[in-house]
């Protein structure tokens, strides 16, 4: 009875030994999983806005992706509005980051020589500069692609009225001929974009001459153009836009170069990326790989291929190994 006792005292001596040992590996383990999930979890959250545009679209959701693979919880707020509304939903923190353009420090920023905005690497490092001190805001590695404001019109009718440059078209204009533009609110009222052209070029269009849209979708501009919309037969256009060669337009040359270079550059609350410094590690690899051909060939992915941006971006990503 008594060897029956002792070794039923043995038998649960080692179920014991078992099962705390178990317990003890299995809350190890459960532990460090809990801690490492509560770790990623508590990345971020992060807040990505963009503009009204197909690349502010585009470029939103490849931070976006970005992010989340690496483990931040992110909310996509993607076509924020215009550059006035996300511009200030930066300011007041109600989104974190988003894409912006070099070119914009001229509008941002009291006293800018244009001259500055106009040479891509002074530019930068200018808006960089004057963005942290009075704002508190990061501009992280810009894309090295100009997407500068344009004009744009149909192939046959460029070279049936010998238009190539800007210089051609205030020619066209000053000597009465038939314009119809289409731009967005921006694009006519920002005093580097189109009105820029007028004082640098010697002309001026008469309101009825304008065909205002809504956003600075370029992508409604173009086709405007393309299909004689309204009888528009000049549209806003962007370096970087994809669809100007589908749609059988061309982008007259600022032979002057009255435009502002602007690459595309992720700018963020000075607070998120102290919080997060990884952010900025995650985002340069993938700016330093767009340029022009690129970024056009993403753009005209969305607008001529009818694609979403989410679907660009990540495929974009994958293949080229930004993530799994």
């Not at 993938?286 to 989410?310: H, M, P, R, T, Y």
């Amino acid at each position: 009875m008594k060897r029956f006792v002792i070794a039923a005292l043995a038998v649960a001596l080692v179920l014991a030994v078992v099962v705390l040992g178990g317990c003890t590996q299995g809350g190890t383990t459960q532990t460090g999983t809990t801690e490492a999930t509560e770790t990623a979890q508590t990345k971020g959250p992060v807040t990505v806005g963009s503009k009204i545009d197909t690349e502010g679209d585009l470029l939103a959701n490849m931070i976006v992706i970005a992010l989340e693979k690496n483990g931040f919880k992110v909310d996509n707020k993607a076509q924020t509005g215009t550059t006035d509304v996300v511009r200030k939903a930066l300011l007041n923190g109600e989104i974190d980051i988003y894409p912006e353009y070099t070119g914009s420090g001229l509008i941002f920023f009291e006293n800018q020589d244009p001259a500055v905005y106009k040479d891509p690497e002074k530019g930068y490092e200018t808006v960089k500069k004057l963005d942290l001190e009075q704002n508190k805001v990061v501009w992280l590695t810009p894309a090295k692609a100009n997407n500068t404001w344009a004009v744009a019109a149909k192939e046959d009718f460029v070279k049936s009225n010998g238009l190539e440059t800007m210089s051609d078209f205030a020619q066209y204009v000053n000597d009465g001929g038939k314009v119809k533009l289409a731009g967005s609110d921006e694009f006519f009222t920002n005093k580097d974009a189109f009105p820029q052209f007028q004082e640098t070029y010697a002309f001026e269009l008469k309101d009825n001459q304008k065909v205002v849209l809504s956003g600075g979708n370029t992508a409604q501009t173009e086709k405007a153009v393309a299909d004689g919309t309204d009888d528009v037969n000049f549209g806003m256009a962007y370096g970087t836009d994809g669809g100007l060669a589908e749609l059988g337009l061309v982008v007259l040359t600022d032979d002057k170069n009255a435009q502002l270079v602007y690459w595309p550059t992720p700018i963020a609350r000075e607070e998120v990326i102290t919080a997060n410094p990884e952010i900025e590690t995650i985002l340069k690899p993938i700016f330093d790989s767009l340029d022009l051909a690129k970024l056009q060939e993403l753009n005209a992915k969305i607008q001529v291929g009818g694609e979403s941006a989410n679907k660009v971006a990540e495929d974009y990503l994958k293949q080229n190994g930004f993530i799994q």
